[in-house]
């Protein structure tokens, strides 16, 4: 099963091209939020409402290099995290989406 990643535009075009990504959430709270797919439009809704577009990024756990916890975060839900940079052979997918 997947999980997804989301990303404003110009802070993926920075590590496109790289072999790790590095969400800032890493270095000011330990790990890179992620949802599973049924969570994407709630977390859209209500981080990025203000944002024109941005990039979710699939991820296959499989091929993580980093550790990946399920804990609870917003309200108790269930939400994974991953403890560490997203080595690039684990991001399957990079769709940028239009939200307005």
Request: include cysteine.
């Amino acid at each position: 099963m997947l999980i997804y990643h989301i990303v404003l535009p110009e802070t993926w075009e920075k590590f496109k091209d790289e072999t790790v990504y590095e969400a800032e959430s890493l270095a000011t709270e330990g790990f890179i939020h992620c949802s599973y797919r049924h969570q994407l439009e709630a977390v859209l809704e209500r981080y990025y409402k203000n944002a024109e577009k941005v990039v979710v990024l699939a991820v296959n756990p499989s091929y993580l290099n980093a550790n990946l916890i399920a804990e609870p975060s917003t309200g108790g839900e269930i939400y994974p995290h991953i403890y560490g940079r997203i080595n690039r052979t684990a991001i399957v997918d990079a769709e940028e989406r239009i939200l307005r």
